[in-house]
């Protein structure tokens, strides 16, 4: 059974930093490649940012710069270190595990999120 536990969400002032955490388990976690949406209240649910098995990244444009993905294999973790936090960058965020494609990363498995609250 595939488990994808997410921590780390919590509530700052914008401007704060906040490093979420996702533990996988049930699943080969080095062939899988990894990534983290948010969904903001009342919003569609975006993508965020990947990490592939080889180690490549990818961010959306809202986050470059601010947000850095990370995994460690041998913990079977994902990391999204958060910094310069801004009251949009508040929602849900989850992790995926999935497939690389030529679209991204596939999103097969998901976990259950973590709240991240922004203050002004």
């Known amino acids: 059974q595939v488990q994808l536990v997410e921590s780390g969400g919590d509530s700052v002032q914008a401007g704060g930093s906040l490093r979420l955490s996702c533990v996988a388990s049930g699943l080969p976690y080095t062939l899988y490649c990894m990534s983290w949406y948010r969904q903001a209240a009342g919003k569609q649910r975006e993508w965020v940012s990947s990490i592939r098995t080889v180690g490549k990244t990818g961010y959306a444009d809202s986050v470059k710069g601010r947000f850095t993905i990370s995994r460690d294999n041998a913990k079977n973790t994902l990391y999204l270190q958060m910094d310069s936090l801004k009251p949009e960058s508040a929602g849900m965020y989850s992790c995926?595990?999935?497939?690389?494609?030529?679209?991204?990363?596939?999103?097969?498995?998901w976990g259950q999120g973590t709240q991240v609250t922004v203050s002004s």
């Open positions: 995926a595990a999935g497939t690389w494609s030529f679209r991204g990363c596939t999103t097969d498995y």
